[in-house]
């Protein structure tokens, strides 16, 4: 029944049914605060929980001045929280992502720019902190409605950008998981319950390459250090299910997951010992003792003999091997990842440059001579880059005997480098002196220019054998090429002059050419300062200096965890022989050393014996350029789509990528704290025969 009221027509309700749409609307209203509410426990919750974290890793941001910052930035779903160090401690502000857009922005700069910014010109800050602070910690000033970042690499550039994206979806994902939880009655759909980590993101989304590479400190031997704030990320939770509500999304969702790889345990290399810069360390007044060990050698010896079938005293030994003494020129590999995102062909000629010079300030005490590597021998180590969150790993053998020939290959793929070559050690005996050549080269290559560098060793020259005090340097002329780019350095390492003084011992010189043209000449010394006067300029600058502060900035050296290594690995091997130097007891030392000698004589006659032939466990030799190369050796460049990340196992380098690309919740970790998570050794079907390890997730 309906009446006129005021010129409109009204439904005419009973009292009734007023009664029973008051408390719908009563309950309605409840239903709102309660939701309400647990959307405000859930985004505090989110805040203020370190296990929801996407991403985190420290970001240049630029000010309103056009300074750039390096602040920690950490990723949660919704949010961008900003501290001034990774302590967590100093809170300077926090973007909310719902109202922000994200851009590739681009730089002439070394890195990678985004900005994220309101679209309407709006504040992009929160009011307060994540813990009601209300004023953050001063830096410069930041602008209101954007802000522009810089990562360090593409790499991880493109792993903010999807982590990004991902953390508007993620506050959906979290709100949706606890609903249908309290739909369901499922454990833990209270409102107070804190929310589930992201552990439905894919397993892959947070492998880093240290955690392929884990560490005694965090873990055991059979463990695997993950990147991420939950064991869950690998596991599995109640989001599993719920974040892939869509059929398809769930099946490319299961084609990432599996089993997570695991890498060779690394230990960080504690002690390190370096010889005093300049002449100290290379001149040494021989011991009456030694001087008659050296004489009964000497009496074996005939000028211009090679010297490497001869037994030497163990008193001139330094107490590592060869091959690992060639891992010295890779503490700097940074500046091989410089080079490689360097655009100029000038610059990063330059840049490979001073990567070659710091390979030769770090000298033994006195003059020692590293142990020649038994046949078979291998090493290995790492180098993490924490600025580039990657590794640049060096495996080692030695793959001939007579004569002496050390096959190596370095690699960095994330970080778009790699390096190979071959060193043939070569002695001759003149009388009063002896030179070590190192026949060989070693290429140089940037994977994203497909660019070779090719280069080659000075030789070490000792004299004061029979008179005088006995004295170590370096000689000889050498190159570092690139045909591709047609430009080329030229070093001449200087043998002191009989008459020279202090100041001209390991004097170097040399030029840097296009063609016939010279664009640089270098004079200086190469354990100290190096200077560089470029055409066109008046002045001379400084281009290398292994100062205090330099060296300081060496990246640490990781080795094979001991019960890791197998029986040929330097380290083991020659375990009780540097022990025993180490002592000073050098007939023990002696002992030591004949008795590993006598095992590889020993491993020959069998071979022969038996007619099997030697044959290289980690390199072949390639029949038409004569070259020893990597058997799993890969040089494609790195794919920030495909590929997450790289590591080491028994010698062979694998890449873990991703199988399929369908789903895009990809790039995403946190070089944060790690957790330990369970797993195996990489099934052998994951590994390869003749090229880089491939272990799809």
Not at 155 to 173: I, K, N, V
Not at 284 to 292: A, D, G, I, P, R
Not at 598 to 617: D, F, G, S, V
């Amino acid at each position: 029944e309906y009446r006129l009221y005021n010129g409109s027509d009204k439904e005419c309700v009973s009292p009734t049914a007023k009664v029973t749409r008051k408390e719908a609307l009563k309950a309605q209203k409840e239903n709102y605060r309660q939701e309400k509410k647990r959307a405000t426990r859930q985004l505090f919750s989110a805040l203020t929980d370190p296990s929801v974290v996407i991403m985190a890793d420290s970001l240049k941001i630029r000010g309103t001045l056009k300074s750039w910052t390096k602040l920690w930035c950490v990723l949660k779903p919704g949010v961008l929280l900003i501290y001034k160090t990774p302590k967590v401690g100093q809170w300077v502000g926090t973007v909310l992502l719902h109202c922000c857009e994200l851009i590739e922005r681009p730089s002439k700069k070394d890195g990678f720019c985004f900005k994220l910014f309101h679209p309407l010109d709006q504040s992009v800050w929160a009011v307060k902190g994540p813990k009601g602070e209300s004023v953050g910690s001063i830096t410069q000033p930041l602008p209101s409605s954007y802000l522009i970042f810089r990562a360090a690499s593409e790499s991880d550039g493109r792993c903010w950008l999807d982590a990004l994206e991902l953390a508007l979806r993620c506050s959906s994902l979290l709100r949706l998981s606890t609903c249908r939880q309290g739909r369901d009655g499922e454990p833990g759909s209270s409102p107070d319950a804190s929310p589930p980590s992201l552990c439905g993101l894919p397993a892959s989304a947070a492998i880093h390459d240290q955690d392929l590479c884990p560490s005694p400190a965090c873990q055991g031997p059979q463990d695997l250090a993950v990147t991420g704030t939950n064991t869950g990320v690998l596991n599995g939770s109640s989001l599993e299910n719920d974040a892939f509500s869509d059929k398809s999304e769930r099946e490319n969702s299961e084609t990432l997951e599996g089993p997570v790889p695991r890498g060779t345990t690394y230990v960080e290399q504690v002690h390190e010992e370096f010889g005093e810069l300049g002449q100290a360390s290379q001149v040494e007044t021989v011991s009456e003792e030694n001087k008659s060990l050296m004489w009964v050698l000497l009496k074996q010896l005939r000028p211009g003999m090679d010297l490497s079938r001869v037994v030497l005293p163990t008193f001139i030994l330094e107490p590592r091997s060869f091959l690992d003494k060639l891992s010295d020129y890779y503490y700097h590999a940074d500046l091989l990842s410089r080079a490689a995102l360097e655009g100029d062909a000038y610059s990063r000629i330059k840049l490979v440059l001073q990567w070659y010079l710091s390979g030769f300030y770090k000298k033994p005490k006195g003059i020692k001579k590293p142990y020649n590597p038994v046949l078979g021998e291998t090493f290995r180590c790492c180098w993490p880059h924490p600025q580039t969150n990657s590794h640049t790993f060096y495996i080692a053998e030695q793959v001939s005997h007579h004569p002496p020939v050390s096959a190596f290959h370095v690699s960095n793929r994330r970080d778009g480098f790699c390096v190979s070559g071959s060193i043939t050690a070569k002695s001759r005996f003149y009388g009063n002196s002896l030179s070590a050549l190192l026949d060989g080269r070693a290429t140089l290559t940037f994977l994203n220019r497909a660019e070779d560098y090719t280069l080659t060793m000075p030789y070490a020259h000792c004299k004061g054998i029979l008179y005088g005090s006995m004295t170590m340097e370096l000689g000889g002329r050498v190159t570092i090429e690139c045909e591709k780019t047609n430009f080329q350095a030229e070093l001449e390492f200087k043998l002191k002059p009989f008459f020279g003084g202090s100041t001209s011992i390991n004097q170097i010189s040399g030029k840097i050419t296009s063609g016939e043209e010279v664009l640089a000449r270098l004079t200086g010394h190469w354990d100290r300062e190096v200077f560089i006067k470029e055409e066109g300029r008046g002045s001379t600058e400084l281009f290398w200096n292994p100062s205090r502060e330099v060296r300081g900035q060496r990246l640490k050296r990781h080795t094979v965890l001991l019960e890791e290594q197998t029986e040929l690995e330097s380290e083991r091997l020659w375990q009780h022989v540097s022990r025993a130097i180490g002592e000073g007891d050098q007939h023990k030392a002696t002992q030591e050393k004949f008795s590993l000698e006598e095992a590889q004589r020993q491993r020959t006659r069998e071979r022969q014996q038996n007619l099997m032939p030697w044959k290289p466990q980690l390199f072949q030799l390639d029949p038409t350029t004569q070259e020893w190369r990597y058997r799993h050796e890969d040089r494609s460049p790195w794919d920030p789509l495909k590929d997450i990340a790289q590591f080491e196992q028994d010698g062979v380098l694998h890449t873990v990528r991703r199988e399929t690309m369908a789903h895009q919740t990809t790039f995403l970790g946190s070089p944060g704290p790690r957790h330990q998570v369970s797993s195996s050794r990489v099934p052998t079907w994951a590994r390869p025969q003749q090229q880089e390890g491939t272990v799809r997730l």
